[in-house]
């Protein structure tokens, strides 16, 4: 009887543990070349063509910005109002769970959905991959200086 566990061991780590996948490096350094190699011009009068070429400058599926205060929002997909919205009450559900949440990170199908409130503004990014927190800010502050350098409230 112990070779048959053995063998039924050996069966279902086979099984189980199918996902033998690594990353693609060459792929990553093709991508790390081109992105490096190549500007992005961000210009637009608009803060939807802003936000658009933001969003292909950092690779990411959407961006959209809401600001807390004056209920304004930018945004780079269509329906950034009610998603700003619907992200705000999810930020706010987790801010009175867990006091100290900067950041809050989910998957939804096969995109990543960050939220992000920073200095009066909350900031929804769609992307095929989690950014970090660091990266978040960098594109909020990136956002931030574009928006006031066009006189974009």
């Known amino acids: 009887m112990p070779g048959l566990g053995y ?39 608009e803060a939807s063509e802003l936000l658009g070429c933001l969003k292909r400058k950092h690779l990411v599926n959407s961006i959209t910005v809401r600001r807390m205060k004056a209920g304004l929002v930018f945004s780079s997909s269509g329906n ?16 009175r769970s867990f006091s100290s949440t900067d950041v809050v990170t989910m998957r939804a199908g096969r995109e990543w959905v960050m939220l992000m409130p920073i200095q009066g503004s909350f900031y929804l990014v769609k992307a095929n991959s989690a950014l970090s927190t660091l990266e978040l800010r960098a594109l909020a502050r990136e956002i931030e200086s574009v928006l006031k350098k066009k006189a974009v409230s």
């Open 7 to 45: 063998f039924f061991a050996r069966f279902a780590s086979k099984v189980l543990a199918f996902d033998h996948t690594s990353l693609p490096e060459q792929q990553f350094a093709i991508i790390h070349d081109m992105i490096a190699n190549q500007t992005v011009p961000v210009k637009g009068k």
């Open 80 to 95: 950034g109002m009610q998603e700003s919205q619907n992200a705000l009450d999810i930020m706010e559900f987790v801010k």
